[in-house]
């Protein structure tokens, strides 16, 4: 399972991605302009983006440019247009691991996921940080393991997603929507308890004081 960042303004291509990649297991996040796909980009909260070229906002030549230049080495797959060899020469001067011509056939982009993934697990560089503490947890990512007090504590793969934005987070309140949005992906309704039923096996894992929520905001994971 994949946290898989996709940045493209046609709703009718970031659906249809959105879908195969859920159904394959993995979490997607998806938006349709530029500079909020930086953002995004740059939180370190994503395992791999997958790019448009033309977007509002910031193109996705720039994006790229600012990602790499402010030293993220988060994969990304490009999607150029098939008649431009410009672009894709571009795009892999840019920075782009990998590109992928329009219009594709899902298995195809598949296949490249699948291997940037591999390349990124056996590459500890991928400018996500090795290891967070904070309220007295320890999260290392890579191996993915959680400690309270030096006792390693079993957690889910949601439970470790949940726990990894908190902490990077920690000490902001983090609405049930974000929250949402970064571990099970928007498909949920947002009316759904699952994050509350999830902080609930949080606090019994790092303690009840570990997690405020914040009347009518969400929650806070307390450093
Ligand atoms: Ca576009």
Redesign the pocket.
Known sequence: MARILIV???DR?SSFLAKGLKAEGHVTTVVRDGRQGLDDALSGLHDLVIL????PGLD?FEVLDQLRSQGSKVPVIV?TARDSVTDTVSALEGGADDYMPKPFRFAELLARVRLRLRQAQADPATGVPERLDAGGVRLDLRPRRATVAGKEVDLSAREFMLTEIFMLNAGQVLSREQLLDHVWGLDFDPGSNVVDVYVGYLRKKFGAGSITTVRGMGYRFNA
């Open positions: 493209e303004d046609e291509i448009d070229i033309g977007l996705g999607l």
